[in-house]
Structure formats: C-alpha cells, structure tokens
C-alpha cells in the first residue's frame, strides 16, 4: 500500500498495512484489526515470524506477520492513496524502508 501525500513520516512511499497495538490488547488481534481497517482484508491465522526492537530511542519493537487472506477485495484507508499486489523481488524494488527489504528473504515460501 502508498501511503498517502499528506502523512507525516513517510508520504507516497510503499509500506505494509500495520499499526500500534492498543492498551491491553493481544499483538495478534491487533495485526488483524489494523489490516482490517488499513486495508479491508480479513486475515486467517497470522503467524509471527520477525521480531525487531527498532531502537532504544523509540523503544518501538516491529512485529511481522505472515497471514492468510480470506477475501482479496481491497478497500483503502485514508491513511494510503494506492495499493498493488507484488512478488518479492517487486516489493524489494518499491521505495519501502529498510527494515521491510532486510525481512524479505525471511519470508516463508
């Protein structure tokens, strides 16, 4: 998904739908929640396969999940402009941040 010209972190650039997870709330529920909201996709068993504390200045840790989809119907939230389906080797190409590209070939086949 493209984020949308107006974001404040990283506008028109590529990235995956994702958010915070709230107060009390379990990190799997939450990854379906945001890509639900981000992206209008109904996800079936996310499976974590990447942890990552990003620094000790933000104290933010990333979650990455792998999923299955049950609908392809994609609804875009405000928060993006645009969306497309890519292979790997396409979604290492797109301007995405680094930590998106390091997890790539981490990616179960």
């Keep these: 998904m493209r984020r949308a010209e107006n974001d404040k972190i990283r506008p028109l650039t590529w990235d995956l739908p994702g958010g915070g997870v709230?107060?009390?709330?379990?990190?799997?529920?939450?990854?379906?929640?945001?890509?639900?909201?981000?992206?209008?996709?109904?996800?079936?068993?996310?499976?974590?396969?990447?942890?990552?504390?990003?620094?000790?200045?933000?104290?933010?840790?990333?979650i990455?999940?792998?999923?299955?989809?049950?609908?392809?119907?994609?609804?875009?939230?405000?928060?993006?402009?645009?969306f497309k389906w890519v292979t790997r080797s396409e979604f290492g190409n797109l301007d995405i941040p680094n930590h998106y590209k390091e997890c790539i070939s981490k990616l179960p086949k």
């Design 22 to 62: 709230e107060d009390g709330e379990d990190p799997n529920d939450a990854v379906i929640r945001e890509t639900k909201e981000e992206a209008g996709i109904n996800l079936k068993d996310p499976q974590v396969f990447i942890v990552k504390n990003t620094s000790a200045k933000d104290h933010v840790i990333r």
């Design 64 to 82: 990455l999940y792998y999923a299955k989809i049950t609908d392809s119907k994609i609804i875009v939230s405000l928060e993006h402009n645009s």
